[in-house]
């Protein structure tokens, strides 16, 4: 059941940051030049690529993926200003939310033993 949760965890954030790489291809119906179109695109993507390697490279050390991913998460939140305006900025809450959640699920229920 343990194993199961982790992995639960796991996939929601591969899916959160797969989102992030979705929200980012409005950008291409901006009127920019290609070019400006194409760095506007790959800094939008910066997120959902970074919380997707984490989860990569941190995949059998949970305990280290929930710290790095609850402090991402905090960042996040700070960062995309959910608390300035409130209820216009819920949103922000309803995509980072779920990043935070997973990050102390990982942290609480991850072994403290590097799995081989």
Do not use: C, H
Not at 3 to 14: A, D, E, F, G, Q
Not at 71 to 96: H, K, N, Q, Y
């Amino acid at each position: 059941m343990k194993n199961k949760i982790l992995i639960s965890m796991k996939i929601l954030l591969i899916i959160v940051g797969a989102m992030f790489v979705l929200f980012a291809i409005d950008v291409f119906g901006m009127d920019y030049k290609w070019y400006e179109l194409l760095f506007g695109f790959f800094i939008s993507i910066l997120p959902g690529i970074v919380l997707i390697a984490l989860v990569y490279f941190l995949w059998k050390r949970e305990r280290q993926l929930g710290i790095v991913i609850t402090l991402v998460g905090i960042f996040m939140v700070v960062f995309f200003g959910a608390f300035e305006e409130f209820p216009e900025r819920l949103g922000t809450l309803i995509v980072v939310l779920p990043v935070v959640i997973a990050g102390l699920i990982l942290y609480f229920y991850g072994s403290t033993k590097n799995k081989e």
